[in-house]
């Protein structure tokens, strides 16, 4: 039962502040959200405490007959590659809960709702293994993020919620038309079942580009990301972390799910175009990140880049390359969602995002800075940070596979330093140029506690992953083993 409660705590609790909170803002709700977030978390980390590590199937397995005429299940389960997201999700949720405190003064027990909400279905996307449950819970996910981004965002919210909505629900109706050819096949909606469905090259390689629609779309991979930048720029802070440190995961979480045990034979013939694709979005959106002028922007086009990172990693179909993207995956968690924090902070004292409006910061928010450049060196896979790990997993595992492929793959390191530490240095040092950042105060008691912990997290990765690789290789391993069995 411990994978059902971490689903539907953050679901109960949500619907109980829905009902009992107001328009005004109440201390009562942004405490009630607080120990749901709180109690949710707690109910994941049974999860790693007991999980066994050389067990490579999947644990904690739930079976409840859901739609018996059908064979539709409420089926749940993990194994090393979902059980980090699992966790990482319920974490991430109370730092947006407390993200919000003193910043969302309109529709607060609605706000902190949503997003109570949007974690328990995020929760069930990873550990769902019947093929319904995972659509259900994967395009509920929409719902709350679409409430946040058009109630509580930015002026063109409404635009940008649209655009959010339309991309990723078109791209998941292909999905949901491969699921039902997969149910003719098998008679059945389970996942691992599909696993071992005997599929010709033709229906591998159809049914790899309808998972791949949805799923790189979800990513985002180039040239599907157009939307994810308006989206954080004009998401409340709470809906860009939470977009980025998890979201986003869903995307790439879906690959090692569906696409390359599904299909493997289709997934190793089109892994080079895969390839292709990551390696743009790694270089070509590494690029456009360094002309940026809002660093909400700017961030969303580094994380474009950094999940390039990641297909990058799956598709050359080594242990360590599909290590090292999980693992940069839940690096990216830690360090994106902490940036997006970090320019929280500054928005909400300066009520703008322009990096030409700041300069200087460092004089007038000591603490603030030092934390913030931490951030970006990891961003910029400074060893000793989570952002190194698994970028340096991955290159190594691309310069096996081809040299070429590796040397392209590593000019992230030159990209991302350059348009971080551009962003810190316009932002934070040389002589304050603005009124109004003469005035700026440093961290106050909850900020510093959330930029605390967080970097704890990526330093505390970066400098020890085994605990992370321990879990995860085992079930890679099986995967590997899985897609190596050709189907034809």
Known sequence: MILSFAIWIPIFFGIIILFYGSEKPSAGVRWLALVGALLSFIATLPLVIEFDIANPSMQFVEKISWIPRYDINYYLGVDGISVWFIVLT?????????????????????YLASFMILSGLMIGVFCALDALLFYVFFEATLI????????????NRIYAAFKFFLYTLMGSLLTLIAMLYLYN??????????????????????????????????VPMWP????????HVEAPTGGSVVLAAIMLKLGAYGFLRFSLPIAPD?????????IFLSLVAVIYVGAVALVQKDMKKLVAYSSVAHMGFVTLGFFLFSPLGIEGGIVQMISHGFVSGAMFLSIGVLYDRMHTRQIADYGGVIHRMPVFAAFAVL?????CGLPATSGFVGEFMVILAALDY?????????????????????????????????????VLKDLNAREYLMMTVLSIC???????????????????????????????
């Open 402 to 438: 081809d040299f070429t492929i590796g040397l392209l793959a590593s000019t992230t390191l030159i990209l991302s330093a350059a348009y971080s530490l551009w962003m810190v240095k316009r932002v934070f040092f040389g002589a304050i140029t603005n009124e109004h950042v003469a």
């Open 144 to 155: 709350p993020m679409y409430i946040i981004i058009g109630i509580w965002g930015g002026p």
């Open 224 to 231: 599907l990301h157009t939307w994810l930048p308006d989206v």
């Open 90 to 110: 319920a974490f991430i949720n109370i730092f947006v809960v407390i993200a919000s405190w003193e910043s969302i003064t309109t529709k607060v027990s609605q």
């Open 266 to 274: 289709a997934s190793q013939y089109l892994g080079p175009f895969v």
């Open 458 to 488: 990526v330093i505390g990765m970066g400098v020890y992953p085994k605990p992370f690789t321990d879990i995860i290789h085992p079930a890679v391993i099986n995967l590997l083993q899985h897609v190596a069995v050709s189907k034809l």
């Open 375 to 379: 951030l970006a060196m990891a961003n």
């Open 185 to 218: 096949v098998t008679n059945s909606f389970d996942i691992l079942a599909w696993h071992n469905a005997r599929l010709d090259i033709v229906e591998q390689i159809l049914l790899f580009f309808a998972f791949f629609m949805a799923f790189a779309v979800k």
